[in-house]
């Protein structure tokens, strides 16, 4: 284990990693008691990714595959409104608003190639809405599943799948997973699209991260069986459908199916 520092404060947290392992970004304060987003790398120790104008709080939560991107938000000084933003060492801090008539977003991934930012933005009503952002789209709100919020904490290399929660018509919370298609994009319940894997009464509340191909999403959900949250990996490929387990509790929450040959 490697103490990575601090920018001249008392603390640091890292929130995310390159693909090799090179590059981490995350939040350190300064000598001023202030947070700021950071870049490590061994060669250049911790970097000060700045601010935006009128902006304090700052985390980077998610790096691209090359170390390039980072996302993250920072936090208005007098608002108090929190902005998602997209750094790079040509372009800086950029600011990459919010949904229309909302005041609030954040960033919490990216793609491999840091071209598709997702996270989560306040819309004109005060709902939290998962995102996607590109720089040709901007901001695009991804949906419900019927209810009033939704969520996006992870994408696959290439943007085109996203994966998060949602509210349903019933407000419960479940994880979901959002596609890109040639006619927009496409929302479902990974609950329904693999309701056999599930006992009665369990349910996958939120997919938190995602493979770089798109087979494997992980998150929490619920096992009914032992009345508690758990974690789950679910392979996604169609056929035949197979979960890995990730603790022995699992079993309770999720059916096992053999994969055949």
Do not use: H
């Amino acid at each position: 284990m490697q103490d990575l520092g601090t920018l001249g404060g008392s603390e640091s947290a890292a929130y995310g990693v390159s693909a090799d392992g090179s590059v981490v970004v995350g939040m350190a304060y300064n000598a001023s008691g202030q947070p700021r987003a950071f870049r490590w790398t061994q060669a250049t120790g911790m970097q000060d990714l700045g601010t935006l104008g009128g902006y304090y709080w700052i985390g980077a939560r998610g790096v691209s595959a090359d170390g390039s991107v980072v996302v993250g938000r920072v936090l208005g000084e007098a608002s108090g409104y929190a902005r998602a933003f997209r750094w790079t060492q040509a372009t800086g801090m950029q600011d990459l608003g919010t949904l229309p008539g909302g005041n609030w977003s954040e960033a919490l991934g990216v793609s491999a190639d840091g071209l598709v930012v997702v996270g989560m933005a306040y819309n004109a009503s005060g709902q939290p809405r998962a995102f996607r952002w590109t720089q040709a789209g901007g901001m695009q709100d991804l949906g419900t599943l019927g209810g009033d919020q939704s969520e996006a904490f992870g994408v696959s290399a290439d943007g085109s799948v996203v994966v998060g929660y949602a509210r349903n018509a019933s407000g419960y919370s479940r994880a979901c997973r959002w596609t890109v298609t040639q006619s927009g994009i496409q929302i479902e319940d990974l609950n329904q699209t693999y309701a056999s894997l599930l006992r009665d009464g369990s349910a996958l509340w939120k997919a938190t991260a995602i493979s770089p191909d798109g087979r494997y999403i992980v998150g929490q959900g619920y096992n009914r069986a032992r009345g508690r949250q758990e974690a789950f990996l679910l392979d996604t490929v169609p056929e035949p459908v197979s979960v890995v387990v990730l603790g022995a509790g699992l079993a309770g929450l999720l059916k096992l199916r053999r994969r055949r040959a």
